[in-house]
């Protein structure tokens, strides 16, 4: 199947900073990518929904100003966590959908955010 | 509201034994019902997947089992392995030849002994 490529693969930041997180599709363009989160022994929660080239639409309850999607290529979108707190701590997970991917959707390898 | 509901939330299976999930659903717009086996600080890996047209879906130790009319799924592993052990996520979405959103169920926890 296709890959994408999520990275970093865990990341610490001190309470305060932004953390950026990359998701590449390598072998298909990603018309849409869906960015999710994960507690512990949780199942996925969805964050938003971005289109290349268009504004993220986010679901209800998660900030937008907090969580800012970028999704400006067919090939890379990001999700930087502004201002992270504790409460932030989680697992990250893209998804990307598209050309060349048939209808399948393909998930990047998780991000692990520890705010200390 | 769950839009996939999930059981049973864990699963202990003996080596070479069948495991066996289940799953419903209520929104009969959902065209697409996939699993994925998800291992622990990893990402989900879909593993086999289901449209409505049709009522099994067979790949290797792996089955879909489809009721539409009673709008249920679930997902057989024959022949269950200790390298099976992981949490499996059954999900539906719309969207016909372009994927939407999906939507998960809440996760079974399998583990196989050996």
């Known amino acids: 199947g296709a890959v994408v490529s999520q990275h970093p693969s865990w990341v610490i930041c001190k309470s305060g900073t932004s953390v950026k997180i990359e998701c590449r599709s390598l072998?298909?363009?990603?018309?849409?990518m869906f960015w999710y989160r994960q507690f512990p022994k949780q199942s996925l929660m969805l964050m938003a929904t971005?289109?290349?080239?268009?504004?993220?639409?986010?679901e209800q309850g998660v900030e937008k100003d907090k969580f800012l999607i970028n999704h400006a290529s067919l090939t890379l979108s990001t999700l930087t966590v502004t201002s992270a707190h504790p409460e932030d701590s989680s697992f990250y997970i893209c998804?990307?959908?598209?050309?060349?991917?048939?209808?399948?959707?393909?998930f990047g390898q998780g991000t692990r955010l520890t705010v200390v | 509201q769950q839009q996939v509901k999930q059981s049973p939330q864990s699963l202990i299976v003996q080596k070479g034994g069948i495991s066996i999930i289940n799953c419903a659903y209520e929104?009969?717009?959902?065209?697409?019902f996939p699993w994925y086996q998800q291992f622990p600080g990893k990402g989900p890996a879909l593993l086999i997947a289901?449209?409505?047209?049709?009522s099994e879906k067979k790949e290797g130790r792996f089955t879909i089992s489809f009721n539409k009319s009673a709008k249920q799924f679930s997902l057989h592993i024959m022949d269950s392995q200790p390298g099976d052990s992981a949490t499996y996520f059954c999900?539906?979405?719309?969207?016909?030849?372009?994927?939407?959103?999906?939507?998960f169920g809440r996760g079974t926890q399998l583990t196989v002994w050996p």
């Open positions: 998804s990307g959908s598209g050309t060349g991917g048939g209808t399948e959707a393909f």
């Open positions: 072998d298909f363009q990603a018309t849409t």
């Open positions: 971005s289109n290349e080239g268009s504004k993220a639409t986010y």
């Open positions: 929104n009969t717009a959902f065209d697409y």
């Open positions: 289901i449209r409505p047209d049709v």
């Open positions: 999900a539906a979405s719309t969207g016909g030849s372009t994927l939407g959103r999906l939507y």
